[in-house]
T-cell receptor
Framework: ETGVTQSPTHLIKTRGQQVTLRCSSQSGHNTVSWYQQALGQGPQFIFQYYREEENGRGNFPPRFSGLQFPNYSSELNVNALELDDSALYLC??????????????FGPGTRLTVL | QKEVEQNSGPLSVPEGAIASLNCTYSDRGSQSFFWYRQYSGKSPELIMFIYSNGDKEDGRFTAQLNKASQYVSLLIRDSQPSDSATYLCAVKSSGGGADGLTFGKGTHLIIQP
């Protein structure tokens, strides 16, 4: 069984630029969630995608957007990067949404540094 | 505002002893509770989940849930140096819509050889 994969591993951008992060979900999992984890903090929920549509969103501005593709892989796009966007970006997949059985399995993450 | 609170630590425990990690949550509608382990520079790894009041055991790990007190704990028996990590408590509220988890800031656990 293939786990969750993410690319790239590390990324350095400058303030105002745009970035795209990618995620492939675990085999058999059709739902992908994205989280931002700042240093010393727990992960914060950005949004979730199910059947290629945004299924829910946390407290993040519209410059954070995403996509899900028919093969369940996903992208996170961040426009107009700010210094505070520097963080570990985590993708998590789960077999199905909308139930209480919501075990989420994380990929290795992408470390984004904004200068 | 849904909140999950954990003592940030560090919590230092001798090798072979029981490590006890605690978590409280604010949303009474929360239905699912998860413990993740995160090594420095790595992503969180799911180690336990619990949905019903009481205890759930898996190997050296026991999760305890008390919904009336809005309290979740994780016990690690026979602690090993490899258990040294940050332990994140995560909570999912019931209902439809987003299935995002709300995480605490984590407890840094150190197992002393």
């Amino acid at each position: 069984e293939t786990g969750v994969t993410q690319s790239p591993t590390h990324l350095i951008k400058t303030r105002g630029q745009q970035v795209t992060l990618r995620c492939s979900s675990q085999s058999g999992h059709n739902t992908v969630s994205w989280y931002q984890q700042a240093l010393g903090q727990g992960p914060q929920f950005i949004f979730q995608y199910y059947r290629e549509e945004e299924n829910g969103r946390g407290n993040f501005p519209p410059r954070f957007s995403g996509l899900q593709f028919p093969n369940y892989s996903s992208e996170l796009n961040v426009n107009a990067l700010e210094l505070d966007d520097s963080a570990l970006y985590l993708c998590a997949s789960t077999p199905r949404p909308g139930t209480d059985y919501n075990e989420q399995f994380f990929g290795p993450g992408t470390r984004l540094t904004v200068l | 505002q849904k909140e999950v609170e954990q003592n940030s630590g560090p919590l230092s425990v001798p090798e072979g002893a029981i490590a006890s990690l605690n978590c409280t949550y604010s949303d009474r509608g929360s239905q699912s509770f998860f413990w993740y382990r995160q090594y420095s520079g790595k992503s969180p790894e799911l180690i336990m989940f619990i949905y019903s009041n009481g205890d759930k055991e898996d190997g050296r790990f026991t999760a305890q849930l008390n919904k009336a007190s809005q309290y979740v704990s994780l016990l690690i028996r026979d602690s090993q140096p490899s258990d040294s990590a940050t332990y994140l408590c995560a909570v999912k509220s019931s209902g439809g819509g987003a299935d995002g988890l709300t995480f605490g800031k984590g407890t840094h656990l150190i197992i002393q050889p």
